[in-house]
Structure formats: C-alpha cells, structure tokens
C-alpha cells in the first residue's frame, strides 16, 4: 500500500481548494462539531496558523495518487494526541476509513511517539465507532456537547494492532 502524507501548511492553492469543499460537503459536515459552511478565508487563516502551531498537525492523504481523505492530531502532548479523519467524500470505494486509520496509527505513534491516542465522535455515528472499535479503541467516557452525546474513545501504544 503506496499511502503518503501531504502537510496542510505545504499544500498547494488547488488542495487548499479541494479540501475545503470536502469539509463543507455534507457528508463530512454533519459529523464535525463545527457544521457550519466554513469560508475560504476561514480555511485559508486556519491552514495558516498551522505554521506555528504546536499541538495540530493536519494531513491530506493520498493512496497512490489519490487524494483518499484528511487525518489530524490536535492537543498533542508526548502522552496523547486526540485524532480525526475524514474521507474524500467524492470517492465511493469502501476500505477508506481503514486506510485513514493505518495512516493514523502510524503516524501518531512511530513519528509522534505518543503513548495515547484518542478520539470523540457523535454517538450517532455508528460506522466511525465501529471503524475505531476495529482498531483497538475502546470508549472511556460519554459526555453531552451542544446537545448531543459524544463517545470517548481511546488506543495506547500497547494496545495498537500490528
């Protein structure tokens, strides 16, 4: 599997453009804690900050040379990092989500080195808590967020699929 990792704060003006009509599309949308059309200069300032930004890290990722989604790590400490991904929402192949998720594994645990991994979702979303539960994520907690329940979820490094 030929994945690779391209840097939001190295990306060029047509990923830019790409990527923030994936985030407003509706499939990916409903499933973020903003769901609000986001602007370009919104996205254009975001991407931006990631510069100097120490604790995210965002990544359009590409299988081959298919832009296949978008992986991140926010509240990056040496203990944890909290994780997302989205697919490209125009692709309608299945096996994106685990794909994203080896990227994340991987990623987060052999270049950042953290001990933890974790992840909130919408307990709504029972395909993303099965994708995480596919890879050695166990819930540690539900909370209510904008009237909705959020699932906690969370992988150590000890506990990562091989």
């Given amino acids: 599997m030929s994945t690779h990792l391209c840097d939001f704060t190295t990306l060029n003006e047509s990923q830019k453009e790409m990527i923030l009509t994936w985030r407003n599309h509706e499939n990916v949308k409903t499933f973020m804690y903003n769901a609000q059309i986001i602007s370009q200069e919104e996205h254009l300032r975001f991407i931006e900050s990631l510069k100097t930004s120490h604790d995210k890290r965002y990544f359009l990722v590409y299988h081959e040379e298919e832009a296949i989604g978008v992986i991140d790590f926010t509240h990056i400490t040496p203990q944890r990092a909290t994780i997302g991904l989205y697919a490209n929402p125009t692709l309608s192949r299945k096996g994106l989500g685990k ?64």
């Fill in 99 to 162: 794909e994203l998720m080896c990227a994340i594994i991987s990623y987060g645990f052999e270049t950042l080195h953290v001990k933890k991994l974790r992840a909130e979702l919408f307990a709504f979303n029972t395909k993303a808590k099965a994708l995480y539960e596919a890879f050695g994520f166990y819930e540690t907690i539900r909370k209510t967020l904008n009237k909705h329940e959020i699932i906690c979820m969370e992988l150590a490094y000890e506990n990562r699929p091989l």
